[in-house]
């Protein structure tokens, strides 16, 4: 995980907002017979920003406008990306298209159906009240075909979740409020549960949740688990624990290294080393040693324990997750940054 930087940080926009501006910007060209340099439109709740149209194109019956997505200073893959909207008069409402560089659905279990434009709920219900302004402001049929394009979308998609949710060939066009916030949890741990949906919806029976890609890539291995199987939990037990616990699989596996394992074993299920720390002495009474009490780090407090230690806190692990996650079985796989598993409860 990117490390987050020191002071106020600079909020952005979602491909979502981007979506909606350059559709209105579009349909001003489509129906008002110019482009603007710039487009206001409504998020929901309320804000209104400001987006500068950076790219226009027009032919008969259709217009498209390109807006740069701004992440503010969050690490998104996408910031800088171009958003272009091609809008095209059609029969029968808003009608919505995948252009070049936009994911199509083929997974059960997100929000959109299969064979659908990757394009989320709130994208589509912004476009579809800009329409439907436009339409009133120029006295036209709110009856448009909106194409979403992303130049290199699928290129940029391969380092997104959309590989493992079954949204293939291009980057979802997302966002709930239009805001990106720098950072956020909340987005890391919606995505874990849209794949839990997935593997859910997909009759998955097993699934995975793994601390980092080492530790991922040995468990995904060790069981020969699909993509879909593999939840990117990072340090967020917690958030992938708790919607497990309302939309359960009959299998859980937790994955990770000593560090992170050993905090989830001692009842933190946040495991950034910022907001949850390993409590060495409760792992020298674990142990009956009181050398671990003087441990610096877990990996000096392995190196002090060994083996026995890692298949202890494994152990203290599964305990507390079966105690506290019923209707589930768990296993836990404890693995060094080698690959090698060092520790192993539940299998």
Known sequence: ??????????????????????????????????????????????????????????????????????????????????????????????????????????????????????????????????????????????????????????????????????????????????????????????????????????????VAGCTGNTSEKVVQALYDLPDHAMLDMGDFAGGMLKYLARNPVARVTIGGGIGKITKLAQGAVDLHSGRSQVDFAALADLMGDPKLADANTALEAYEIGGAPLAQAVASLALDRLMARYNGMEFDVVIIDRAGTVIGRAGA
């Not at 501006?21 to 001003?28: F, I, P, R, S, V």
């Not at 110019?34 to 987006?51: C, H, R, S, Y």
């Not at 807006?67 to 809008?87: E, F, N, Q, S, Y």
């Not at 252009?99 to 579809?128: F, Q, W, Y």
């Open 1 to 206: 995980m990117t490390r987050k930087p020191s002071g106020e940080l600079r909020r952005g926009w979602t491909t979502g907002a981007c979506a909606t501006a350059a559709t209105k910007a579009a349909l001003m060209r489509l129906w008002g017979g110019a482009f603007p340099d710039a487009v206001q439109i409504t998020l929901p709740k309320g804000e209104v920003p400001e987006f500068a149209v950076t790219h226009t194109d027009s032919g008969a019956g259709w217009a498209e406008a390109g807006i740069i997505k701004d992440a503010g200073d969050d690490p998104d893959v996408t910031h800088g990306a171009l958003i272009i909207v091609r809008v095209a008069q059609s029969t029968g409402g808003v009608v919505f298209r995948a252009g070049a560089g936009v994911g199509t659905v083929t997974k059960a279990g997100l929000p959109i159906g299969v064979g659908e434009p990757a394009i989320n709920p709130v994208p589509r219900a912004m476009m579809d009240e800009v329409v439907a302004e436009m339409a009133s402001e120029y006295g036209q049929r709110p009856d448009i075909e909106i194409a979403i394009s992303i130049p290199n979308g699928a290129e940029i998609a391969l380092q997104t979740w959309n590989p493992r949710l079954g949204i293939t060939g291009g980057l979802s066009v997302l966002g709930t409020t239009g805001i990106v916030r720098p950072f956020s949890c909340a987005a890391w741990i919606a995505s874990i549960h849209r794949g839990i949906d997935v593997a859910r919806a997909n009759g998955m029976g097993h």
